[in-house]
């Protein structure tokens, strides 16, 4: 069993009364070695965040980790008819390094791949039709739409080479206490420029057509963050990277990586709700009191570091996290989050609304829409998360399991809208990416010494990968912190140092 130190439950003395006493850590051998870490949050921030704290700090690091729901956060299936589905993030892009690192070291395998055709749907017919011939596929985008194709293509890689020299800076333990500080080591002042541009804007400035992207990559950004082109051009260049590039996705569900980096950690996964974080003054490095409550009871601990890894934004009922004893005073909260509603519907597609009367005619496993018609984002003909190695994809006129996204739930009308008929409808609700708006300032990772927030860099780009990227960032920022390393720290020019180092 695992000493706590001066840690309490509703069952015992209250902390508030030891907090005068606060400096007396427990002095068992089991405890005085000890590096007692909370961290808030199991989604794949806070699962990979302990995992990198480990790895830097090594067995001495104890890591508590507070989820109020279930692990996986926004990685989860749902199930349906008797087999799982993905109800949240459904894949990664093969440039997702940590993310690959995660399968390898876990024994986790790629799912394996079931083509499918796309296209884009304008509300009234397809706009864009992909063919089972790449070829043809790039006669199609040039015939439309002339080279933009092309030079988004190039306007992609660009951001993509430059933001793949994170993993160089993060090996060489370079960390960075703010978004602004992140991306400047990365792209400079043209990376810091792109969260204050929109996408349209940025893309016409290299000659692609707005026709192409009111066409395309409206399309994309809708169906990725449920926006629009008007917002701002990083996180819009992520998501484009993810529609060109190979995507995979984990054999028996993505929240395997979740459950399977704390089960590594041997993290202690405390199912409660954290209500506050209190600054403890102590000579040497701060304390901090984090309180929490659950069913049973309330509970309280204290603890060297704290990681707050769940988004912090004003609809966000985990913004309740109070901050007292910080001068000056810690507000983290930024704007909203978007509201998607992913629909799992198990039935027949109306193909006929698609401008199909006869369903064994219907070719396309996944559409995409422009901005109408404005109930829904994008339709997917799904797999489950366990392919068998003689599993085929449904045929159109047979019932299968359709991933519907959207902003609001689906009203009757517009499922009678998509569908003939089905079987069951299941949703799940997310708050699943920010509400890009209008340009403001950057959040910073570090809310104190040693209290960082993994979910900033969600307001420069969400996805996945980059989440697991910030939890790297914030890992060597708290050891580099720790062991005052603060050459580490915030450094510039990176790309001249590293190259030295090598």
Same mark, same amino acid.
């Given at each position: ?49 302990a995992h990198f704290l480990q790895q830097h700090f090594g067995p001495r690091v104890q890591i508590d980790v507070f989820e109020k729901g279930t692990v996986g956060g926004r990685l989860a299936t749902i199930s349906v008819n008797k087999q799982h589905y993905e109800s949240g993030a459904a894949s990664f892009h093969s440039l997702s390094l940590h993310m690959q690192d995660f399968v390898k070291q876990l024994g986790l395998r790629h799912r394996r791949e079931v083509v499918g055709r796309s296209a884009i749907f304008s509300g009234e ?45 993060? %090996?060489?333990? *370079? ?8 991306? *400047? ?44 082109? %008007? ?60 309180? *929490? ?15 707050? %890894? ?193």
């Amino acid at each position: 069993m695992k000493c706590r130190g001066l840690g309490t439950t509703s069952q015992g003395v209250s902390a508030w009364d030891l907090r005068p006493y606060h400096h007396l850590r427990c002095l068992s051998p089991l405890c005085l070695p000890g590096l007692l870490t909370a961290v808030v949050g199991a989604g794949i921030g806070g699962s990979a965040v302990a995992h990198f704290l480990q790895q830097h700090f090594g067995p001495r690091v104890q890591i508590d980790v507070f989820e109020k729901g279930t692990v996986g956060g926004r990685l989860a299936t749902i199930s349906v008819n008797k087999q799982h589905y993905e109800s949240g993030a459904a894949s990664f892009h093969s440039l997702s390094l940590h993310m690959q690192d995660f399968v390898k070291q876990l024994g986790l395998r790629h799912r394996r791949e079931v083509v499918g055709r796309s296209a884009i749907f304008s509300g009234e017919h397809f706009v864009l039709e992909e063919t089972d011939w790449y070829l043809l596929n790039l006669f199609r985008l040039w015939w439309h739409y002339g080279i933009s194709f092309l030079r988004l293509q190039m306007w992609v890689e660009e951001v993509m080479e430059k933001f793949m020299r994170i993993y160089k800076y993060q %090996a060489h333990g *370079y960390a960075f206490s703010g978004v602004e500080e992140l991306l *400047y080591s990365l792209g400079e002042s043209a990376f810091v420029n792109m969260t204050q541009r929109s996408v349209a804007e940025s893309l016409l400035q290299v000659g692609v057509t707005q026709r192409f992207i009111d066409d395309v990559v409206s399309a994309v950004l809708r169906a990725s963050y449920g926006q629009s082109a %008007a917002m701002p051009a990083f996180a819009g260049a992520m998501s484009l990277a993810g529609a060109q590039g190979s995507l995979w996705s984990v054999e028996g569900g993505n929240k395997l990586v979740c459950s399977g980096l704390l089960k590594l950690t041997k993290a202690n996964v405390i199912h409660a709700t954290v209500t506050s974080v209190t600054l403890q003054n102590t000579e040497g490095k701060p304390l901090y009191y984090v309180e *929490y409550e659950n069913e049973v009871g309330n509970g309280s601990d204290f603890y060297d570091i704290v990681v707050i %890894a769940t988004p912090l934004h004003l609809d966000n009922s985990s913004s309740s996290i109070t901050f007292e004893g910080f001068d000056p005073p810690i507000d983290a909260a930024q704007g909203s989050f978007q509201p998607t509603v992913v629909s799992l519907v198990h039935g027949y597609l109306n193909s006929s609304y698609f401008g199909f009367p006869d369903p064994k005619l219907f070719p396309f496993a996944s559409i995409l829409t422009t901005d109408f018609p404005n109930f829904f984002c994008a339709l997917d003909n799904i797999c489950p998360v366990n392919i068998s190695a003689n599993f085929r994809r449904k045929q159109p006129q047979e019932a299968a399991v359709w991933r519907v996204q959207s902003h609001k739930p689906l009203l009757r009308s517009q499922l009678k809208t998509l569908f003939r008929s089905y079987y069951s409808v299941q949703t799940a609700e997310w708050r699943a990416h920010p509400v890009y708006g209008s340009p403001g300032t950057l959040p910073r990772f570090a809310l104190h010494d040693q209290l960082f927030h993994l979910n900033a860099l969600e307001w420069a780009a969400s996805s996945v990968e980059v989440m697991a990227v910030a939890a790297k960032n914030v890992a060597l920022l708290a050891y580099n912190r720790w062991y005052q390393d603060l050459d580490k720290i915030d450094q510039k020019d990176l790309i001249h140092k590293v190259k030295t180092e090598l």
